[in-house]
């Protein structure tokens, strides 16, 4: 007899953007001359711009001839890459982050449903709510908690409302964590975090022996000078905070896959006998036992996003998703929703009409405009009554579903 993970009985549905496009499968199925407009799921809609395919290409010749043929990589990442990273995402911004702080992955979707493995189950965890789905998933996933409460919420972790009241952002808990899962550009609802607002998340980890785990794959999206890109801007988070990124919404990798972790060297947490450790070691154990590294074209056409050209590139094609953002917050404002984000971020978050909630406002959307979106409570328990919708959509498109939704107004 071979038992299963029991944990995963806990979870009450399937993965949130599977259920998702099972729905608009579905309404594809049975309605199939109905055009449908996709502002929901956070994938890119623009190519890889012209410098990464070039290299790209470049990478893929060299693996077809015996003297540039290249196997199993470094699990780390190639040398080449993680320097560059160092040098034009921290140290340009006069953060002191080496290269051997750097860990190239796959996605930041799987470091963050697997960094949680080198820590132990004695861990409390905070969670800001509404949150990206996979800190919580991850964390039942690996029996860190307990059943799921009427109102959702998982016995075991410790929840952080992010709210109107609050303007999304979670308050400064009073009681003593160890592990906090924060997201700046939020997703899904696309806030931002000031400088004097993660100054009191890193007094806070310092004063309570507790890391940051700082998940900011929408960094590039951020446009307002006095906003930080990183954690590591903060004075004193090296010592208490590990970041996650993604060249996914930045640079369009997300069928193509890249990403890194950064794990500063100060960084260090205990063992049951009160003894310190330092967490680095631990991620490298972990990566390089469960993960043979990403392949050299990626990594190779991830680099050239750092050169002259590749940065100019990538920038516009994030001013057109941010300019997606733009029109469609000023659209739906004048439509009278209540909106959210938009700004710094490729998200937007608005209120359901007539307080429906958010899985009905999402079939109406689609039943009625043909437009599919991602409700809110996908997302936690606060994201009820909400729902989010992406700018990585083309302009048309953008302009037709708003149309749409004038009309179901």
């Not at 022996?209 to 000078?225: N, P, Q, S, T």
């Not at 006095?226 to 010592?239: M, V």
């Not at 909400?386 to 953008?398: G, I, M, P, T």
Request: aromatic share 12%.
């Amino acid at each position: 007899m071979a038992w299963i993970n029991e944990n995963y009985l806990k979870l009450k549905a399937g993965y949130l953007f599977p259920e998702i496009s099972r729905r608009v499968e579905k309404f594809s199925r049975e309605n199939p001359d109905k055009k449908i407009i996709r502002m929901g799921i956070g994938d890119v809609t623009k190519p890889l711009v012209a410098s990464v395919v070039r290299a790209f290409e470049e990478g893929v010749r060299e693996m077809a001839t015996a003297a540039t043929f290249r196997g199993y990589g470094p699990e780390q990442g190639y040398a080449f890459l993680r320097e560059l990273v160092a040098q034009w995402d921290y140290q340009s911004r006069g953060v002191q982050i080496s290269a051997d702080d750097i860990f190239i992955s796959d996605g930041s979707k799987c470091d963050t449903g697997n960094i949680l493995e080198i820590f132990g189950n004695q861990n409390k965890i905070g969670i800001c709510d509404p949150v990206y789905p996979v800190y919580v998933d991850s964390a039942v996933m690996g029996g860190r908690t307990g059943a799921v409460q009427e109102n959702g919420y998982f016995d075991g972790l410790y929840y952080l409302p992010c709210g109107e009241e609050s303007h999304f952002l979670p308050k400064i808990p009073e009681q003593k964590l160890d592990l906090v899962f924060l997201c700046f550009p939020n997703n899904p609802t696309g806030q931002t975090a000031t400088r004097e607002y993660l100054t009191q998340w890193v007094d806070y980890a310092r004063e309570n022996d507790c890391i940051l785990l700082y998940d900011a794959a929408y960094e590039a999206f951020i446009r307002d000078v006095e906003i930080p890109h990183s954690i590591f801007e903060i004075p004193g988070a090296k010592s208490v905070a590990m970041e996650f990124r993604s060249f996914s919404k930045t640079a369009g990798f997300t069928g193509t896959r890249c990403a890194f972790t950064v794990v500063p060297q100060e960084l260090e947490a205990r063992n049951s006998q009160g003894e310190k450790f330092p967490i680095r070691p631990l991620w490298s154990r972990r990566q390089t036992t469960k993960f043979n590294g990403v392949s050299y074209p990626v990594q190779k056409a991830a680099a050239a996003v750092y050169s002259t050209e590749g940065r100019k590139e990538v920038a516009e094609v994030i001013d057109y998703y941010l300019e997606n953002a733009r029109i469609m917050k000023a659209s739906l404002l004048r439509m009278g929703f209540t909106v959210y984000g938009g700004k710094n971020a490729p998200y937007i978050w608005l209120k359901t009409l007539r307080g429906m909630k958010s899985w009905e406002f999402f079939d109406l959307l689609l039943k009625e405009a043909g437009v599919v979106g991602t409700p809110g409570a996908g997302f936690g328990p606060a994201g009820e009554g909400f729902f989010r919708l992406s700018a990585f959509a083309e302009r048309e498109s953008v302009e037709e579903g708003l149309l749409r939704i004038s009309k179901i107004q």
